[in-house]
């Protein structure tokens, strides 16, 4: 029987998904795992399904071609350094990549949800969590239950990122200025934990927040999110 098969649909339980905001450097990737493991979720997280396209030599060999070449070590392997210099601040470009990965990447969140949603039982739907850079930016957050904003002050997730990934200044403020911006992606959110002072203490606020989560009432992934070539659609539950 097809996933999207509404009879299919009404014999699962659903399940709850909680999606992770904040600007570059905000530690959304620390605080996805730490709501992944408090809630025993699957953390789906595009980074990874980006890093799983980049070992496919197919795939680079086409990225070299597009971006003018030179993207590719000796070994075959990308320069993402290289890469980004070359899309971020050129929104043609970055639309060109994302046009690209973007296919992908959203099919194999979608099959992570629908994983999820199939250990699901009706005692209890399970949940998922979802670790999307640009997860306003290309529509995944209509498949939410519950949003959290990750806040820290600007020139501290400089500091961190630049640190991390051995960017410069330059470079953060230009792969922030490709996202939302931070009010948009604040306004949104049902949640918001800070992440200055340490892990630990962001850890302990994503335990505060588990009483709200399990209290969220599930939905099947086909009034979420029908068709995994794309986007998720607001669909009535009713209709």
Wanted: with cysteine.
């Amino acid at each position: 029987m097809d996933s999207s098969d509404p009879a299919l649909s009404r014999l699962r339980p659903g399940l709850r998904v909680v999606g992770v905001l904040g600007g570059v450097g905000s530690g959304k990737s620390t605080a996805a795992r730490f709501l992944a493991e408090a809630l025993a979720a699957p953390h789906l997280d595009a980074d990874t399904e980006v890093a799983r396209l980049f070992a496919d030599p197919g795939l680079l060999a086409r990225l070299d071609q597009e971006f003018g070449g030179g993207l590719l070590d000796l070994k075959g392997q990308l320069n993402r350094t290289e890469l980004g210099e070359r899309i971020f601040g050129d929104p043609e470009r970055r639309r060109t990549l994302e046009s690209i990965l973007h296919p992908a990447v959203r099919r194999a969140l979608w099959q992570g949800l629908q994983d999820a949603e199939s250990t699901s039982s009706e005692k209890e739907p399970g949940f998922a969590v979802l670790d999307v850079p640009l997860l306003i930016e290309n529509g995944l957050s209509i498949a939410c239950d519950f949003l959290v904003y990750v806040r820290v002050p600007s020139s501290l997730r400089c500091e961190r990122a630049c640190m991390r990934h051995g960017w410069n200044e330059a470079t953060w403020h230009a792969r922030e200025a490709a996202q939302a911006p931070l009010s948009e992606k604040e306004s949104a959110a049902d949640a918001i934990l800070g992440n200055a002072s340490g892990v630990e203490d962001l850890r302990a606020a994503v335990e505060g927040l588990l009483p709200r989560l399990h209290a969220l009432p599930p939905r099947s992934l086909r009034d979420r999110w029908p068709d995994p070539d794309r986007p998720p659609i607001a669909v009535d539950p009713k209709s």
